[in-house]
Each structure stands twice: as C-alpha cells, then as structure tokens.
T-cell receptor, first 110, second 115 residues
C-alpha cells in the first residue's frame, strides 16, 4: 500500500520557485517526512526531512501541514540541475524500511 | 568519508551464473538497505539490516536472492542462479540508525545485465 501520494510529473521554469506536493493522510505520530531526489543515472540523494515544524536547509524548504497529512517541498529558485525524480517518504522507528513510491518527475524548462 | 561504496559498478553475466554485489556502508552507520531499480517497478526495497541483523527481507523476490552482512563494514547481495529478468540497477544505502530522524546515503549503484 502506498503511504504517500505525489503527482507523476511537474514542470517549471528555470529560476522560478517550485512547490512539490505530497499527501500522506495515514501518517502516524512517529513518522518523519523525508524527501529524496534521483538525478539521471545516479543513486537517490537526501534532500530534507521533518516531523512537525517547517524545515529549511541549503537545498530546499519543507512545509508541513498542521495536521501533518500533507507536505510541500519548496525549491526556491530552480535550476536545470534540479531536474530529477523527487520522492516523498514516511520513515518511522518501526520495522519499516525506507520504502519509495513512484515519485514526481520534475522537468525544468530553460 | 568516501560515502557508500558499491562494487562492481557494472556487471554483465550469463544466465545461470552466480552474481555477487558488494557494499561498504559509511563508517558508524548501523542500518543498511538493498534496493533494486527497474523502469517497470521503480525502486524496490529488497532487504534491510540493523546492527548486522536482517530486519525485513520481505522484498527479496525469490530464494535465488540472498543477502548477508558479516560485519558492520560489509554486505553482499547474491543471486544464484541469475536470470535475464534480474537485470536492473542495484543500490545499497546506509543510515546512522533506522529511526526516522536520520537520513540515508546511497551508493552509485551496480548495473547488472544478465544475458
């Protein structure tokens, strides 16, 4: 069963902000929200994670809804190098491993 | 640290042969994950270890697949006998622990082709 739901693809223009949505209505209280991305011909790469509060790092920002049933990854100024598949994943402390869904294929137009 | 190191980067083998993929996790990381990626099925979690012990191997497709972690710095994924449908990119990842508040780091993958 898919724990998260993401759009299959999104398109944005270079140097504009990108908001990637993720729904996770069955999230439990101990689940962290993780985002990874996979550039062409590379392994997945960690982007950001959070539990309840919004998070910022050098790569992106993570906005988490108050009920935690959805979140948004924000790339503040997209570049062509941000074109990748972005995965939203729930990770708790139980027996579940890090399970990937189909992700969102982000296309950046010059 | 050099990151998660996988070997070989590419492997071409004939159907029926044994294939062994290797992974060296980041030093100090206690959790290790093996994945398989194909166009049709995406990224599939095959098995993961915590403190060298397999926690969940429900993703291992068949008895032809086996994984070991003899110590904290080395893991292998073996396919015996290999079949053409095993052709895929296999990734290894490690994290400090399996709690949700730590990130995972991935290797560059092994591209396996079974002919």
């Amino acid at each position: 069963d898919a724990k998260t739901t993401q759009p299959n693809s999104m398109e944005s223009n270079e140097e504009e902000p990108v908001h990637l949505p993720c729904n996770h209505s069955t999230i439990s209280g101990t689940d962290y929200i993780h985002w990874y991305r996979q550039l062409p011909s590379q392994g997945p790469e960690y982007v950001i994670h959070g539990l309840t509060s919004n998070v910022n790092n050098r790569m992106a920002s993570l906005a988490i809804a108050e009920d935690r049933k959805s979140s948004t990854l924000i790339l503040h100024r997209a570049t062509l190098r941000d074109a990748a598949v972005y995965y939203c994943i729930l990770m708790g402390g139980g027996a579940d491993g890090l399970t990937f869904g189909k992700g969102t294929h982000l296309i950046i137009q010059p | 640290d050099a990151g998660v190191i996988q070997s070989p980067r590419h492997e071409v083998t004939e159907m029926g042969q044994e294939v062994t993929l290797r992974c060296k996790p980041i030093s100090g990381h206690n959790s290790l994950f093996w994945y398989r990626q194909t166009m049709m099925r995406g990224l599939e979690l095959l098995i993961y270890f915590n403190n060298n012990v397999p926690i969940d191997d429900s993703g291992m497709p068949e008895d032809r697949f086996s994984a070991k972690m003899p110590n904290a710095s080395f893991s292998t994924l073996k396919i015996q006998p290999s079949e053409p449908r095993d052709s895929a990119v296999y990734f290894c990842a490690s994290s400090r622990n399996r709690q949700g508040n730590t990130e995972a780091f991935f290797g560059q993958g092994t591209r396996l082709t079974v002919v």
